[in-house]
C-alpha cells in the first residue's frame, strides 16, 4: 500500500519557518515557499489578518492543492488580552471574537479542520472554574466552525510543565470532547501530537485509545528533547531525528504501526498525518522538509508491510 493512498501527508510551513511567529512578512514568504514543496499535499499553519497578504495566500493554497488545516495561533494559549479562561469577562469576549475571525479565515481557504488547544492551567484551585469558562469559549467556537462544514479539532497539550496547559492529559481531553459532543457539538474531535506524547509522560497507544472514541481527525508528528541541556530541550517542536531526540526511524514505524492498528490509517481513505517541527540545525528549511518526509514514508512502508497491507 503507496504512503500516498492512505495518508494525506502535511507539514507547517510556520514551524518549518520558526520566526513566522513573529513576524507577519516572514509568515506570508514561508507560506509562499513551502507551496512549492513537492510531496506535501496539506499545511499546518493559520493566515495572515493582512487581508491583502491573506487573499495571496490562499490563491497560493488553492493554486498548489494544498488543503489548509487550520492550526490557531498561539495568543489563546498565554494568559494575555485573548485569554478564553481569563478572570475579565471582556477578555473572553475578545478572545472568542478572535477565534471566530481566524475560523472566517479558515472557511476563506477551504478548511475543513480547525485545531484549538487549551487556555494557561492556574492550579487544581482553579481548574474546575477555568474548565467551564473554556467549555463557553468552546461550545460556541464549535457553532461557528460548523456553518462552514469545518470540524474542531482539540489538541491535548502538557499540563503539568512547559506549556501548562488546562487540556491536558489527552484523556481529560477525550471526556472534554465527549461533553461537547453531548451538548450538540458533533463536529467536536480530538488531533494527537507525537512531540507532545513524551512531554506528557503518555504512550502513543495510550493517546489512539483514548482519542478514537470521541474521534481523531489529525495527527501531527515530530520529535521531543527531554535532555535539559540541548537547545531543543521541552515544547520546541525538533526535527525527527535530532540528536539527543526521542523518535527516529524505527520510532516511525512503530507509530505508524499503532495508527494503522488502532483503525486511524485503514485502506479506502487518506487520514491526516501531518509533521509539525523545525529544521534541522544548519541545514535548509527545503531539504530538511524533503528528507523527513522520505524518512517518514519509509517507516510507513515497513509499517504496511508488517501489517500486511
Known amino acids: 500500500m503507496k504512503f500516498e493512498q492512505m495518508v494525506r501527508f502535511g507539514f507547517s510551513p510556520t514551524m518549518l519557518f520558526p520566526k513566522s ?8 514568504t514561508a507560506i509562499q515557499l513551502a507551496c512549492r ?40 494559549q498565554v494568559d494575555g488580552p485573548l485569554n478564553p479562561g481569563s478572570d475579565d469577562p471582556a477578555v473572553r469576549e475578545a478572545a472568542l471574537r478572535c477565534a471566530k475571525m481566524h475560523v ?65 492529559p489527552t484523556e481529560d481531553c477525550a471526556a472534554f470532547i465527549a461533553r461537547a459532543q453531548q451538548a450538540g457539538a458533533a463536529n467536536a474531535h ?40 540541548s537547545p531543543f530541550y521541552g515544547h520546541t517542536h525538533p526535527p525527527v531525528g535530532v540528536q539527543g531526540g526521542t523518535f527516529d526511524r524505527t ?21 491526516n498525518v501531518s509533521l509539525e517541527v523545525r529544521p534541522y540545525p544548519g541545514v535548509s528549511e527545503a531539504t530538511s522538509i524533503q528528507a523527513m518526509y522520505e524518512k517518514c514514508a519509509d517507516a510507513f512502508a515497513e509499517a504496511a508491510e508488517r501489517a500486511g497491507l
Open 251 to 271: 520510532d516511525l514505524v512503530e507509530q505508524f504501526g499503532a495508527m494503522i492498528r488502532c483503525g486511524y490509517l485503514t485502506p479506502g481513505r487518506r487520514a
Open 104 to 168: 472566517d479565515f479558515a472557511a476563506e481557504c477551504g478548511s475543513t479542520l480547525f485545531v484549538t488547544t487549551g487556555c494557561p492551567d492556574k492550579g487544581e484551585e482553579k481548574r474546575e472554574e477555568l474548565m467551564k469558562r473554556y467549555f463557553d469559549f468552546f461550545m460556541p467556537l464549535a457553532e461557528h466552525t460548523a456553518q462552514y462544514g469545518i470540524d474542531l479539532l482539540l489538541e491535548p497539550i502538557e499540563r503539568h510543565r512547559f506549556k501548562r496547559l488546562i487540556l491536558g
Open 190 to 229: 480530538l488531533m494527537l501530537d507525537t512531540a507532545h506524547l513524551p512531554l506528557m509522560e503518555e504512550t502513543m497507544e495510550s493517546a489512539l485509545a483514548a482519542s478514537m472514541p470521541v474521534g481523531l481527525g489529525l495527527i501531527h508528528m515530530g520529535d521531543a528533547v527531554l535532555e535539559e541541556r
Open 21 to 28: 511567529f513573529e513576524d507577519p512578512l516572514v509568515h506570508f
Open 37 to 76: 514543496y513537492p510531496n506535501y499535499k496539506a499545511f499546518e499553519t493559520f493566515l495572515p489578518e493582512d487581508g491583502p497578504m491573506r487573499a495571496a495566500c490562499v490563491r497560493e493554497i488553492r493554486a498548489a492543492g494544498i488543503e489548509m488545516h487550520y492550526n490557531s495561533p498561539g495568543v489563546f
